[in-house]
């Protein structure tokens, strides 16, 4: 869980983002049933054919290739345990790690330039964070407490702002974050913005992040 953008932890805009090291998928995602007691359950990978990358679920122009979920029934399949989560992925250890949302943990996710916008004004205000996460999509995701979901349009009006006027998604019953190091076909892996540590095991409650990110999607637009 160690691979974070460059300059990213003091809310410089990332460079070249560096290339993913040594874990596994496999150990990865027992890790963070582990150390994180984060649900993970494995969605679907790359396949090599003809010399070209494809998604395993066969759609030629498949929007996440390798990178959502690989049945229906995904979310009664999520675990938290790590001898689960071994053997899952000892079955298909290519399997990106999908970490379902509205369970120990949901998501704000913003496009890529308020975030960081957001993370330099979260600094000086000195407030608390939780992982954040960057995909290849150019989205940002931070991580918050449960319940979030349900107060953001209310917390948002309150600023000032229609929730549908932001380019901000709340994520969670139902829906999931793609997790450090899955990629997304040949866009590239999805990074740390914010890695998990010990100090950020609290997650930050919604009510704390709300305004620089509203701030920062409003001057987004």
């Given at each position: ?23 596994s998928?496999?150990e ?30 066969g ?7 390798g ?10 399949q ?5 001898t ?5 992925w000892?079955?298909?250890p ?11 943990f ?29 995909t ?10 449960p ?15 229609s ?37 950020n ?6 009510e704390?992040?709300i ?10 637009r």
């Amino acid at each position: 869980m160690e691979e974070t953008i460059a300059g990213a932890e003091n809310t410089q805009m990332a460079g070249q983002i560096p290339r993913q090291r040594g874990a596994s998928l496999l150990e990865t995602a027992v890790r963070y049933a582990e150390e994180r007691h984060w649900d993970v359950v494995p969605g679907t990978w790359l396949e090599t054919a003809g010399g070209t990358q494809r998604c395993s679920c066969g759609e030629a122009a498949c929007p996440a290739p390798g990178a959502h979920p690989a049945r229906p029934d995904w979310a009664t399949q999520a675990t938290g345990s790590a001898t689960v989560a071994r053997r899952m992925w000892q079955k298909q250890p290519a399997a990106s790690i999908l970490l379902p949302t509205g369970r120990t943990f949901e998501a704000l996710s913003v496009p890529e330039s308020a975030g960081f916008l957001a993370l330099a004004r979260m600094e000086r205000m000195e407030l608390t964070l939780g992982p954040v996460t960057l995909t290849p999509e150019r989205r940002m995701q931070f991580f918050v407490l449960p319940g979030a979901s349900a107060k953001v349009a209310d917390l948002v009006r309150r600023l000032g702002w229609s929730l549908p006027s932001l380019d901000l998604v709340a994520l969670g019953e139902g829906a999931y974050v793609a997790a450090p190091p899955t990629r997304f076909g040949s866009r590239g892996a999805v990074q740390w913005a914010r890695r998990p540590t010990p100090a950020n095991r609290w997650l930050p409650d919604v009510e704390k992040l709300i305004s620089p990110l509203a701030y920062a999607c409003g001057r987004d637009r």
